[in-house]
């Protein structure tokens, strides 16, 4: 299996000024490269491949922009092959072949937003405490973590915030940990990031939330300076750090309880959550938003594939939430602020989330319980509404069919227009 490893590095004011321009000519490459490729797709011609795109926009541009041959020649040869995987991706996503969310086709790249470039093969080495790329020189690197071994590539990273990064990806064999003979379900929620079976709470730290009337000001500052001017580039870049901060503390708090969890169990269960379309709910988009629910589950799996633990997950329409995991008694919608609840079947007083947390988990390791309501056994007794009761205590179905039954006729009834004189003399009197 491969795997990612991110350090810092410190370059110099050289060198900060040669990958600018590397990551300027790469641009240039990937930009023209695609935009050749519109025009012919509008002229209705097929796409070139990548043997193609290299001839034209690197070996002959050369010959008339003298600036390209002044970069490393590897990355600009990766860009364009970025560019042929990224139509791949969109085309083998379009006819299926290519499974989730449909990929959209490759767009222009921006000197404004991240820059990347990518070194492979023999082309940059690792030193004590430097990194040597070719037309670049040595950058100074922080080792975070152990060197990594045996790398296949390197991605030179400039975020947002001006900050720069070398992404090493490695061939690693998966660590098998000793069995726990545990299992966990796990439900995640908004006030309560994650909820466990066996009662345990994690809360978020939330650092978007914390920040939020920081960035206002930031971004407020922002919007008053003038295009183009030195203001607006340092006022852009101070609501980048930000940006950057929030993220970094979000996916420190992900990692760590990822990883404590694939340590500790054996299997991790997690409800398949429609991420995506939550967001697009206004009034809870910037919450969930702020939580991280899709990289929790991707750390996770990640995580639980490297130590050998098994990671599952169950469908987003199971009814954990209304489900009662003592007897099984399936319950009626609960509004979000409904935190607990008492069974009306067999009294048991519930926490919202931890209830739902061993439904998760009971989904996929079911346990055989019988359902008894009155002394009689009830095959999925479904109960409407947690508040819909009559007075005597009964749920509201009993009350419905009851006034159904006294509404019917009997069956051995007879119309009173067809009855006998005598007795309507009688009812009369």
Request: glycine letters at 6%; one cysteine or more; aromatic letters at 8%.
């Amino acid at each position: 299996m491969k795997a990612r490893y991110k350090y810092r590095i410190y370059p110099n004011h050289i060198q900060i000024i040669k990958l600018n321009q590397l990551f300027g000519c790469c641009r240039y490459v990937w930009n023209s490269a695609l935009a050749h490729c519109n025009q012919l797709y509008t002229n209705g011609h097929k796409r070139p491949s990548y043997v193609d795109l290299s001839k034209q926009f690197i070996t002959q541009a050369k010959r008339e922009l003298v600036w390209l041959k002044e970069v490393a020649s590897t990355p600009l040869q990766q860009s364009l092959k970025d560019l042929d995987q990224a139509y791949r991706n969109f085309f083998n996503s379009c006819t299926g072949k290519r499974k989730g969310i449909k990929v959209k086709p490759p767009k222009f790249k921006s000197k404004k937003s991240r820059q990347a470039v990518r070194f492979v093969g023999a082309n940059y080495k690792i030193g004590q405490d430097k990194i040597y790329l070719p037309k670049v020189g040595k950058i100074k690197i922080i080792w975070s973590r152990p060197k990594p071994r045996n790398s296949s590539s390197v991605t030179i990273i400039k975020d947002s915030a001006g900050r720069y990064f070398a992404s090493f990806v490695v061939e690693t064999c998966a660590e098998h940990l000793p069995k726990t003979e545990n299992s966990i379900g796990i439900d995640l929620g908004i006030s309560t990031f994650a909820t466990l079976s066996n009662g345990e709470k994690f809360e978020a730290p939330k650092p978007l939330k914390k920040n939020l009337k920081k960035l206002g000001k930031f971004q407020r500052k922002f919007a008053k300076t003038e295009l183009g001017s030195k203001r607006r580039e340092k006022a852009r870049v101070r609501v980048a750090k930000l940006h950057a901060k929030v993220k970094d503390i979000r996916t420190d708090f992900l990692h760590k309880l990822s990883t404590d969890l694939a340590i500790n169990y054996d299997t991790i269960v997690l409800e398949d959550l429609n991420v995506s379309g939550m967001v697009k709910n206004r009034k809870l988009a910037k919450a969930i938003s702020d939580l991280g629910w899709r990289q929790f589950r991707t750390l996770t799996e990640a995580k639980c594939k490297k130590y050998g633990r098994e990671f599952r997950t169950i469908s987003r329409w199971e009814p954990t939430s209304r489900k009662c995991s003592n007897c099984g008694f399936k319950g009626g919608k609960k509004e979000l602020n409904v935190r607990e609840w008492t069974c009306l079947n067999c009294g048991t007083f519930h926490d919202r989330d931890i209830n739902a947390a061993v439904n998760i988990l009971e989904a996929v390791q079911p346990k055989t319980k019988v359902e008894i309501v009155k002394g009689t056994v009830a095959k999925n007794p479904v109960q409407l509404s947690l508040f819909n009761e009559v007075a005597e205590g009964q749920p509201e179905t009993i009350k419905r069919t009851r006034r159904k039954r006294q509404t019917e006729k009997p069956a051995d009834s007879c119309d009173v227009s067809t009855r006998p004189e005598s007795f309507l003399q009688q009812r009369s009197v």
